[in-house]
């Protein structure tokens, strides 16, 4: 039986939504502001800037310069048949990337309060927003390490890239994905207790020695065959482990660790979506 | 008519002071209530958001139990004193902020102007910043397209399209931002005072702007505003709120006399501090003979007639009168050279301005007492009371030769009489 006219409302205002409704449907209304809030952050990125978007090599050229003197020169681990800046590159973008999708989104609330609280739109843009953002950088960085292979591969380093870098599209929703869903669960607590951003500022870096960014898995179960597992099960390592064997060929590789680290994933953006949600609607009293 | 917005017992709860280590406990327990289904135990002790009263609990309820309901093409008006629940009701409405208890039914998209220019980035372009400001507030691009040359047109910042926005003057900065969602396609308009920048021809611009929206186009405009002028020249309704709740719903005109009667109420909100505040009682504050917004020509008298009640004796007193523009002190003046005693009984003090040294706008005034003497001494120890916000008046703009549109600032000198002279050489 249809409802008469004068009872058919297009927009219920009420304290509390039904927890599984994502409101996909009005990020989609909105997907061009998507677009033009990832090309704001992109062009107020380098705006002033003598270097301009070099700025994105330099940081991981850094970081693997200092990987490759402290860890495979000081420490001495191995990195197997693999050179050691190919292999830390391909860890440290990945992570990078990672990383900069989970701290931006845990405190997605705090730092555009001033926009969130004057206008309404989808809340989950601005997280979007985030994960595409880092996306341009990770895609340059990308072909920095691209490069890097090249340059290593000429010089007759043993890098076989193989069939499994077909996967390569599903790594990186899987490791936006992660950082997101990560990120969607902090922003909800830091809304109203700050406490946990400072956890995020200093546990996300001890994170990234919990994963296979500077010694491959196998070293790891050589050393701690007891504990391997964490770093094994952890999805970032199975990411990584992934994307270096497409690429280097070396790597370890399985896809139940696949499936379960796509699992975990689908669980984690599930739940940091919902909660996400919950908080949007009242954050402006709180945060 | 259709109804567009049906707004059901409506209430929004704050809680003030901060948020530390107590809350996470009382977050507990109130989730823990939550599970067991049973009602918040805070919200039950929350209290009508009075000001003037020391508050016994930290939630305030900032509104409590609205209902009303707005048709399709009507122009509302929402006016009510400072924390009377005016923005929290309006971001309620633009889904900023969602209600404690109670619905919102809305038909059809709406478009809020909690403040303009939200968004804009300064080191993008004109051009980006429309196209940024247009996709936040809900426009696809396509139709920001569309209006395109219309929102420059009306900012008139042609030349600087392509200037990033930080260049700007502030005046073409808020035009732009205005410009941008007065040529949203929406079907309700959720406006706060925003009207309050730019300059005075501007916002004329913007008054007529809404005023077409609302009556040539059939949308429907909800306005906040303190201005009583111009919601009498937008609205055709009005709802009043004191202290979050609803206390008229009519006619903008009865709304407004609504509220300036209401303006003396001490449930109204206003605030009187100081240490005479149970010893001068403020009856009426009127200027030319109405208690609000009074507009006056520059070439009028302000006449401010506070009539009040002593009550016991003081041995030095006098009345002081200051206006207040946009949140500014302009001026102060006494009612008596120095103060004299005053026996317990009812007085009324007069106070003559000239309107024309007050450039154009809205002033609202403000009343105190105390006993000191022009050289701030006093007899035995200060004793004061002060009273904001008690009435208002509006200087029109009339111009003449003695009140030049030129003479830009916050006071109006009339131009001096002076001759130019042809001096012949530069000595």
């Known amino acids: 039986m249809d409802k008469p006219e004068e009872e058919i409302w297009d ?22 502001l998507l677009v033009l809030l990832v090309r704001r952050d992109f062009v107020a990125f380098y705006k002033q800037t003598v270097l301009g978007p070099l700025w ?36 440290t973008i990945i992570w990078n990337y990672f990383s900069d999708c989970l701290t931006k989104t845990s405190t997605v609330f705090k730092d555009n309060s001033a926009m969130l609280g004057k206008v309404y739109f989808p809340r989950l843009i601005m997280p979007l927003s985030i994960v595409l953002s880092n996306l341009i950088r990770f895609a340059v960085q990308f072909l920095l390490f691209l490069l890097l292979m090249v340059i290593y591969s000429i010089q007759g380093y043993p890098i076989h890239p193989n069939f499994y870098l077909l996967l390569f599209p599903v790594l990186i929703v899987l490791i936006a994905a992660l950082g997101l869903g990560l990120g969607m669960m902090i ?42 597992w964490l770093i094994k099960y952890n999805p970032i390592t199975v990411v990584i482990e992934t994307f270096r064997k497409g690429f280097l060929g070396e790597g370890s590789f399985n896809w139940g660790l696949l499936g379960f680290a796509a699992g975990a994933t689908i669980i984690i953006v599930f739940i940091g979506t919902i909660i996400f949600n919950r908080v949007e609607k009242n954050f402006v009293d709180t945060v | 008519m259709t109804k567009v917005i049906k707004v059901e017992n409506l209430s929004k709860a704050y809680q003030l002071g901060d948020f530390g280590t107590g809350t996470i406990s ?35 309820w900032s509104l409590r139990d609205l209902n009303f309901e ?15 629940g005016k923005s929290t009701l309006l971001k309620i409405l633009s889904r900023v902020t969602s ?59 042609d030349r600087y399209i392509d200037t990033p926005v930080k260049r700007y003057s502030s005046g073409m900065y808020v035009r732009l931002a205005f410009a941008v969602a007065a040529n949203l396609e929406a079907e309700i308009l959720v406006v706060d005072e925003v009207l309050a920048v730019g300059d005075a021809e ?34 055709d309704k009005g709802i009043l709120l004191t202290n979050g709740e609803i206390a008229f719903t009519g006619k903008t005109e009865a709304a407004i006399k609504n509220y300036m009667n209401s303006s003396l109420d001490p449930k109204s909100g206003i605030i009187a501090i100081g240490t005479l505040t149970d010893t001068i009682k403020i009856k009426s504050v009127t200027v030319n003979g109405s208690p609000l917004d009074v507009a006056v020509t520059p070439k009028d008298e302000i006449n401010v007639c506070i009539k009040y009640q002593c009550l016991k004796y003081l041995q030095g007193f006098r009345i002081s009168l ?33 309107s024309y040294f007050l450039r154009p706008g809205t002033y609202s005034v403000a009343v105190g007492g105390h006993n000191t003497n022009h050289t701030n001494f006093s007899l035995g120890n200060v004793e004061w009371f002060f009273v904001t916000d008690i009435s208002s008046f509006e200087v029109l703009e009339e111009w003449s030769s003695q009140y030049d549109f030129n003479n830009l600032g916050i006071i109006n000198l009339p131009n001096t009489s002076g001759v130019r002279t042809a001096t012949g050489s530069d000595d």
């Not at chain 1, 495979?72 to 197997?80: E, F, M, Q, R």
């Not at chain 2, 059939?218 to 009498?232: A, E, I």
Request: aromatic share 10%.
């Open chain 1, 187 to 228: 922003s909800a607590v830091t809304t109203k207790y700050r406490d946990l951003t400072f956890v995020v500022s200093f546990a996300v870096p001890l994170l990234m020695y919990t994963t296979t960014v500077i010694y491959p898995l196998t070293t790891a179960q050589a050393k701690y065959p007891k504990y391997s």
């Open chain 2, 99 to 157: 209600p404690t208890v109670g619905t919102v039914k809305i038909k059809g998209r709406v478009a809020s102007l909690l403040e303009v220019g939200t968004g804009f980035h300064p080191e993008l372009t004109g051009r980006e910043n429309i196209y940024l400001n247009g996709a936040i507030l809900g426009m696809r691009k396509a139709e920001i397209k569309r209006k395109f040359d219309e929102i420059v047109d009306f900012a008139g910042v």
């Open chain 1, 56 to 91: 994105f090599f330099l940081q991981p050229l850094a970081t693997i310069v200092l990987f490759n003197f402290v860890f495979a020169n000081i420490a001495k681990i191995s990195t197997g048949s693999i050179p050691p800046p190919v292999f830390y590159l391909a860890g």
């Open chain 2, 70 to 84: 707005v048709e399709r093409g009507d122009a509302v008006g929402i006016i009510g004193r400072n924390g009377a």
């Open chain 2, 26 to 60: 009382r977050d507990l327990e109130r989730y823990w209530a939550r599970v067991r289904g049973k009602e918040d135990p805070f919200l039950k002790i929350g209290e009508l958001n009075d000001r003037t009263q020391k508050g016994t609990s930290d939630i305030v």
């Open chain 1, 11 to 32: 927009i219920e205002i009420s304290p509390r939504n039904n927890l599984l409704d994502l409101k996909l449907k009005d990020v989609w209304h909105y997907r061009d």
């Open chain 2, 322 to 354: 200051t206006l207040f523009k946009d949140g500014v002190r302009v001026l102060t003046v006494q009612d008596l050279e120095e103060s004299i005693p005053i026996e317990p009984g009812y007085y009324r003090s007069d106070i003559k301005l000239q």
């Open chain 2, 202 to 235: 501007f916002q004329k611009k913007c008054l007529g702007k809404m005023g077409d929206v609302s009556k040539g186009e059939g949308k429907t405009v909800l306005f906040v505003s303190h201005n009583m002028g111009s919601v009498r020249q937008l609205c």
